[in-house]
């Protein structure tokens, strides 16, 4: 894994108490540097600008099947982090929220580049 990556889409597994049943969902899981999950959304919409930004959304999910299975109990937190959960978490929002916009002005040049070509 690159352990620069801050986040991803992951497939993650719930037991039921009894271990009886398990469910699966894709969710944003956050690492913390040494690549151990730390944390996961619980809350995940597909929400974007444009249509552009919710195909990428959708594809880095997509992506998510191609990678091993996370178990929920192995997501932790790091008790040896100083910061707070919610300090991580809006801190993790934060970079999310400026890698959204990066993809639709990267999106918005690709169309840009296109409507170019096609005069």
Known sequence: MDTTKM????????ESESKTEEWYSVQEVYYDEDGTPMAQTMDLM???D????MRTQLES???ALD???LDESD????????????DRVLSLEMENA???DR???LGDKIRETKKVRSL
Do not use: A, C, F, S
């Open 75 to 86: 997501i932790v937190d790091n008790p040896v982090n100083t910061k707070t959960m919610e």
């Open 61 to 63: 999910m997509l992506r």
């Open 98 to 100: 400026e890698m959204r």
């Open 7 to 14: 986040w991803d889409y992951r497939v993650v597994r719930r």
């Open 67 to 69: 990678n091993p299975v």
């Open 50 to 53: 444009t249509v552009t930004g």
């Open 103 to 105: 993809l639709v002005e």
């Open 46 to 48: 597909v929400e974007q």
